[in-house]
């Protein structure tokens, strides 16, 4: 049994952790409040832009706004991975690296041999990760989520459609943790480019076509509102990669408080332990003493 100034130092240093962690749980909730209110702000724009795309994409004749919906042979991937800067939140991190690794080796295994297999990294920690299994990481915009608004996100968004429209990559996948709520994160991964009607009609609430009048004219008009839907749910992935960050840290650091409470019970009742057997050898040592006095 290990010493009673062993045993003191452990419970200090759980007792400092224990503090650690619960500071680290009330910020994390305080982040994870502004962070839910702009993905479901967000979230309804998102899905009425995505919905107007569903039912104008049959419609599309011109050859440049075609080059969104039209699939042609993949030789080369861009994979959007989105993770965080931090840990101490879980398997947030290690999610998004397993499943960007499987989305690769189940669709893209013959490009990822070929090197022909990119992965934008937004958040330093699956960088990290992904640069250890060999995987062709691009760090431009590694750093973005450390100041996340519309401005910086559809920067990003640019690279990738201009990427491409370029036709440097024939297909674009995004990889992310979508926020239900503080205690559950749905990891998706979804096509962004080329646009599928299968995604439109799944994100969209109603797939009825409707019928639009255009003003000043259609060309004019989806010119500027495919590139504005493609970079919202670019944006609309961050934040909820955001959102779910700091949901994933709360309950991570919720649960290593209860266990850090948990091991302060077992330390003080070893505690308890050692200091009765040291006061009950103390008592044998004296009345041993005193009887070999007497005789």
């Known amino acids: 049994m290990a010493n009673q100034k062993e045993i003191r130092a452990r419970i200090a240093s759980t007792i400092s952790t224990q503090q650690i962690t619960k500071a680290m749980k009330l910020v994390s909730a305080t982040k994870l409040r502004r962070a839910s209110e702009a993905i479901m702000r967000m979230r309804p724009y998102a899905l009425k832009l995505?919905?107007?795309?569903?039912?104008?994409?049959?419609?599309?004749?011109?050859?440049?706004?075609?080059?969104?919906?039209?699939?042609?042979?993949?030789?080369?991937?861009?994979?959007?991975?989105?993770?965080?800067?931090?840990?101490?939140?879980?398997?947030?991190?290690?999610?998004?690296?397993?499943?960007?690794?499987?989305?690769?080796?189940s669709k893209y295994a013959e490009q990822h041999k070929a090197g022909k297999v990119d992965v934008l990294i937004i958040g330093k920690k699956a960088g990290e990760m992904l640069r250890k299994l060999g995987y062709t990481t691009d760090l431009r915009f590694v750093s973005l989520l450390q100041n996340l608004d519309a401005e910086n996100a559809f920067e990003a968004a640019d690279y990738v459609l201009q990427a491409f429209q370029s036709q440097q990559y024939d297909r674009v996948e995004v990889v992310f943790n979508q926020f239900k709520n503080a205690a559950t994160q749905i990891l998706k991964n979804e096509v962004l480019l080329p646009i599928l009607q299968e995604d439109l009609t799944s994100g969209s609430k109603s797939a009825q076509m409707n019928d639009y009048i255009f003003e000043p004219g259609k060309i004019e008009i989806l010119q500027e509102l495919i590139p504005r839907s493609l970079k919202t749910q670019i944006y609309r992935a961050m934040l909820d990669s955001v959102a779910s960050e700091h949901g994933a840290r709360m309950v991570s650091m919720d649960k290593a408080t209860e266990n850090a409470g948990e091991l302060l019970k077992a330390l003080r009742l070893a505690y308890n332990q050692a200091r009765q057997a040291a006061i009950t050898n103390e008592i044998s040592e004296i009345v041993g003493g005193a009887a070999a006095l007497e005789g």
Do not use: H, P, W
């Open 50 to 105: 995505q919905g107007i795309m569903a039912n104008l994409q049959d419609s599309v004749d011109d050859d440049q706004l075609a080059g969104y919906f039209k699939e042609r042979e993949v030789k080369r991937v861009l994979i959007v991975a989105i993770s965080s800067d931090r840990g101490l939140c879980g398997a947030f991190n290690a999610n998004v690296v397993k499943r960007t690794v499987a989305v690769v080796q």
